[in-house]
């Protein structure tokens, strides 16, 4: 069974940084590409970033590129969303998703 635990979300200043963690289970994390979403109250789902499976390739939304780092650490089965320079507008739950699956979301709120 899959299992995917998002931390690291909280309250953050604009301009401020977070850095969040996915702990995964389940699966062979290191055979799978893994995504963060996110989901702002009154929207639907947003993909943010996706990394395949080595790390050697990622992609981002344009709305975070240049200020968002995906990464993952294959011998920790766990993946990383570095969020710098945030603004209220990335307000929301994020969630890391694989393999039709997301976990329960981490909240990440920016504002002064």
């Known amino acids: 069974e899959v299992q995917l635990v998002e931390s690291g979300g909280g309250l953050v200043q604009p301009g401020g940084s977070l850095r969040l963690s996915c702990a995964a289970s389940?699966?062979?994390?290191?055979?799978?590409?893994m995504q963060w979403v996110r989901q702002a109250p009154g929207k639907g789902l947003e993909l943010v970033s996706t990394i395949d499976n080595s790390g050697g390739y990622t992609t981002y939304a344009d709305v975070v590129k240049g200020r968002f780092t995906i990464s993952r650490d294959n011998a920790k089965n766990t993946l990383f969303l570095q969020m710098n320079s945030l603004k209220p507008e990335d307000s929301a739950m994020y969630y890391c998703?694989?393999?039709?699956?997301r976990g329960q979301g981490t909240q990440v709120t920016v504002s002064s």
């Open positions: 389940g699966f062979p994390f290191s055979n799978y590409g």
């Open positions: 998703t694989t393999l039709g699956s």
